[in-house]
């Protein structure tokens, strides 16, 4: 079975800060690693994801997260923040050949002015 | 850009009811799911839904839980006898195929309160 932490519930960051959301997952077998937002009122969207190739993998809006199956990580990373990006992030993991995401419990990222 | 919609938004019911959550999947997708949200809790996989079966479903999807595809653009989700934890935010998603690697795209969710 595969598992997926996020360490941080909350993260406050001032706006243009550098920010870090955590991600660690377990799994015996490959996965695939997704990161989705949640926007207030609003569905999941992707954010980004890993398949294969290069570990580290950008989004339109400037977020990255590198993939590291070592520490079994895939940590997303924004150098400045925006107002705009608060939001909840979802890290989840789907086993290859399989239909079913696992998610972790989310960080709700909240930026200052 | 296409996108999953769910009815309603906020659904109120007495321990006990009937409830059916509709979901609208984006047009040309073929495969189905269901997850649920309890407050404060991890997004959980339900059901996943293909050809008008269940291909796989979890612990949490008991007898209590069923999915259909009723015509050509609705997904639905029914839960016969609602109990107080089966509170929670309800999410429903598609794809295209069933590649684990294919995006699940998903709809902004129906918050189901028990009374």
């Known amino acids: 079975a595969q598992s997926v932490t996020q360490l941080d519930s909350q993260v406050p960051v001032f706006e243009e800060a550098p920010v870090e959301l955590r991600c660690n997952y377990s799994?015996?077998?490959?996965?695939?690693l997704f990161w989705y937002v949640q926007y207030p009122n609003q569905g999941l969207q992707l954010l980004l994801k890993?398949?294969?190739?290069?570990?580290l993998v950008e989004s339109i809006n400037g977020f990255e997260a590198e993939f590291n199956k070592s520490q079994t990580s895939f940590h997303l990373r924004k150098p400045s923040v925006h107002i705009s990006d608060t939001a909840e992030y979802f890290c989840?993991?789907?086993?290859?050949?399989?239909?079913?995401?696992?998610f972790g419990q989310g960080t709700r990222l909240t930026i200052n002015p | 850009e296409p996108e999953v919609t769910q009815t309603p938004s906020h659904q109120v019911t007495q321990m006990g009811q009937e409830v059916i959550l509709r979901c609208v999947p984006i047009?040309?997708?073929?495969?189905f799911y269901w997850y649920r949200q309890i407050l404060g809790q991890k997004v959980e996989f339900l059901v996943s839904?293909?050809?008008?079966?269940?291909?796989?479903k979890s612990e949490i999807f008991d007898d209590q839980f069923s999915v259909e595809r009723p015509d050509g653009s609705n997904f639905t989700l029914k839960i016969r006898s609602t109990k107080l934890e089966d509170s929670a935010m309800y999410f429903c998603?598609?794809?295209?195929?069933?590649?684990?690697?294919?995006?699940?795209?998903f709809g902004p969710g129906t918050r189901l309160t028990v009374l």
């Open positions: 998603a598609s794809t295209g195929t069933a590649q684990a690697a294919d995006t699940q795209y």
């Open positions: 799994s015996s077998v490959s996965v695939y």
């Open positions: 890993y398949l294969s190739g290069s570990t």
């Open positions: 989840a993991v789907i086993r290859q050949g399989a239909q079913k995401l696992v």
């Open positions: 047009s040309n997708h073929l495969y």
């Open positions: 839904f293909y050809n008008n079966e269940i291909s796989e």
